[in-house]
Every structure is written in structure tokens, then in C-alpha cells.
């Protein structure tokens, strides 16, 4: 999986430890992060390996998967959850801004799956799931480049879906609100949780508890979803 070190993606990856999938993430620079939770996710009994990448680069994406099927032989799931903002609005925001956000966002996760795709049609099993966001289905103004790169995940993944169905590989995503993470920093808290219906943040647990049902056999005969987590925000 891709930013798994903090908030969301470190939810994710410890809830399906605690599953017992054995977990391997990519981190960008910050290896004291990628060790700490490594360490944490070896205590539950699995194994673990962190890869240095950028998920903007083809090639190294690549690398990372060759050094999972040296140490695992396979893998069964994809969950691509990395993403950036750089919030402005379109009158101020630089090219580098927007490319920035599309290259990580939406390309990050065409070459994770790319890299993956092989293996689960070889096995003719496999499940994907994306992170996406309530931004890619609801205006929200001065994350035009964001908003851009999440509702590209979302058609991303409806139209992998039907494409590999027949591979029994199933192509889901999660797009939540606001979350307690780090990307709710700064926001003017109470103002956004008076929006919200169920009138609070969700928790990056709670996230963390839908990929783990999208990933079951209960989850079977789901594939091409978009499921909602936002407090009604998006009703």
C-alpha cells in the first residue's frame, strides 16, 4: 500500500495486520516514520516491508514491486491511498501546484496499479481499493487540482473495474470527508463541523474499518463502488 506512515494510510495498514495480511508500504523521506511503524506492525504477528519510492516515478513504483514478490512470492491486495493537497484557488494556483497534486494523486496510483495488474490477472484474483475523497464528487472550493486528481480515482476506478471483472479482481473506493488527520490542519474546525450532519470529524479508524469489509468475502459481489464516508456531508 502507498502512504501508509500517517493518518488514513497508517490506519489501513495496522487494521489489516490486525487481520493478518502481511504489509508492505512505500515511504518518501521520512524512514524514522516508515521504522515506527514497521516495528508496530511486526507486534501483531506479521511480516512487513517498507520500500523507499516515489509513486510519481514509473520506474522505482516497478522496483517496489519486484522487491514485494522477492520477499512475499505474491500479493493479494492494492490499496492506494497516498495523496497531497495544495489548496488555492485556480486565479493563484501555480502549475507546479497543480501537477504536483495530479502527478502524486492520480498518477501515483496508475503506476501502483499498473505494477500490480500482471499479478492479480496471472492469479486471476485480486482486490484494489482506492482512496479517493468527497472532494472528486463535491465542489469544494480552491481544490480544483485535488478535486481534479480524486474524481479522476473515481473514474479510474469504475472503469478498471469493469475491465478485470472477468479476472475475478474487484476495483472498489473509499471517498472520505473530513478526517482527524493532519489534512484537517488549519481548516476553521468548527465552521466545517457544523456542515456536517452527524456533526463531528470522522475517525481514521473508521476508514480503516471499510477497506477491511471491502476486502472480505462478505465484500464478494461489490466492485466498481464508491462508498461514502463523510459524516452525510456529501447528502
Known amino acids: 500500500m502507498t502512504g501508509a506512515t500517517r493518518g488514513l494510510g497508517r490506519a489501513i495498514a495496522l487494521k489489516l495486520a490486525q487481520q493478518g495480511a502481511n504489509i508492505a508500504f512505500n515511504y518518501l523521506n521520512n524512514k524514522k516514520l516508515a521504522d515506527e511503524l514497521s516495528q508496530e506492525i ?6 512487513v516491508l517498507s520500500f523507499q519510492a516515489d509513486i510519481k516515478d514509473f520506474n522505482k513504483v516497478q522496483e517496489m514491486k519486484d522487491a ?5 512470492d505474491t500479493f493479494d491486495i492494492l490499496v492506494n491511498n497516498a495523496g497531497i493537497v495544495r489548496d488555492k484557488s485556480l486565479a493563484m494556483m501555480a502549475e507546479e501546484d497543480w501537477d504536483s497534486v495530479l502527478d502524486t494523486n492520480l498518477k501515483g496510483t496508475f503506476n501502483m496499479t499498473r505494477a500490480a ?10 482486490d484494489i481499493i482506492n482512496i479517493s475523497s468527497l472532494s472528486g464528487l463535491k465542489g469544494i472550493p480552491g481544490q480544483t487540482n485535488y478535486a481534479a ?3 479522476g480515482i473515481i473514474a479510474f476506478t469504475r472503469s478498471l473495474a469493469r ?16 478526517i482527524e488527520t493532519e489534512m484537517v490542519t488549519g481548516l476553521d ?4 463541523i457544523d456542515l456536517i450532519p452527524l456533526g463531528r470529524l ?7 474499518e471499510v477497506v477491511d469489509f471491502l ?10 463502488q464508491v462508498i461514502q464516508i463523510d459524516g452525510g456531508l456529501g447528502i
Open 42 to 47: 511486526k507486534k501483531l504477528g506479521v511480516s
Open 68 to 72: 514485494v514478490l522477492e520477499k512475499f
Open 117 to 126: 495488474i500482471f499479478t492479480f490477472v496471472k492469479k486471476r484474483q485480486g
Open 149 to 151: 486528481s480524486k474524481g
Open 163 to 178: 475491465e478485470v471483472a472477468s479476472f475475478n479482481i474487484r476495483v472498489n473506493a473509499v471517498a472520505p470527508g473530513f
Open 189 to 192: 474546525l468548527k465552521k466545517t
Open 202 to 208: 470522522g475517525k481514521a479508524t473508521e476508514v480503516a
Open 215 to 224: 476486502l472480505t468475502k462478505e465484500a464478494s459481489y461489490i466492485t466498481g
